[in-house]
């Protein structure tokens, strides 16, 4: 893992984002920081993850929704960042297994660079610190159905990501197009925020999984693609 660039493309994506969202951070939930965005409903609420269908409907709506997000030559590039404990030992034991599970090659996981955030966070009186990976990709690289299926698995699945199960620990992957302008963000297993720098970017996901849309959302989705006051076109 290389360590000499860290600054440098910290402040790209920091710089990126601005340019694009108008903002410096990646922070959910990202449907509310963003007018041009979308929720969708993953889980059919009340159906255990661990049943069949909970997870089948959760994985296929994930894959869907990144396919047509994602073409097969955009350039992505992958944040994950890990909340844990400030003097947890995750990164000295096991510091690539964020993405060793997901990134099919050695050669595209070499291109990974880390970073720590230093803004202090804290839960139940610990302090927490922030790693932050970056991974330059396209999509054949990843595992990215796999990718879903850990995160709606977040509390079962923290071996994976060199987490223990302690209080506070999480994980949160952000997928960046860079190529359209999209970030796509599966939050968990109940819903996926995608929002964009254009809103016609992501019209056709609103026509096409209309159906999908989280239902306690739908009356400000369907206002920002339809109301004129928007400067939308009906």
């Not at 997000?69 to 909340?83: K, Q």
């Not at 987490?163 to 506070?168: E, F």
Request: with cysteine.
């Amino acid at each position: 893992m290389a360590s000499g660039k860290e600054v440098t493309r910290i402040i790209t994506l920091e710089t990126y984002l601005q340019h694009h969202f108008k903002k410096g951070i990646l922070q959910p939930p990202l449907f509310t920081s963003w007018e041009k965005a979308l929720r969708f409903e993953m889980s059919e609420p009340g159906v255990s993850m661990n049943a069949p269908s909970g997870l089948k409907r959760a994985i296929h709506r994930s894959v869907t929704l990144f396919d047509e997000v994602f073409g097969d030559e955009d350039t992505l590039l992958v944040v994950a960042d890990v909340y844990t404990k400030k003097n947890h030992d995750f990164f000295e034991k096991r510091p690539l297994s964020v993405y060793r599970t997901f990134v099919k090659t050695q050669e595209v996981l070499d291109q990974m660079r880390h970073e720590l955030v230093t803004e202090p966070r804290s839960t139940e009186g610990e302090e927490m610190v922030t790693h932050r990976f970056l991974q330059p990709c396209r999509k054949k690289d990843l595992h990215y159905g796999l990718m879903f299926e850990t995160k709606c698995f977040e509390q079962e699945r923290m071996p994976i990501t060199g987490l223990k199960k302690q209080p506070g620990s999480r994980f949160e992957i952000y997928y960046l197009n860079q190529t359209r302008h999209i970030i796509f963000h599966l939050f968990s297993e109940r819903g996926c925020d995608i929002i964009a720098a254009d809103m016609d970017e992501i019209r056709p996901l609103y026509d096409k999984y209309n159906g999908w849309i989280e239902k306690s959302y739908r009356s400000m989705i369907d206002a920002r693609f339809t109301e004129p006051s928007t400067g939308l076109k009906r």
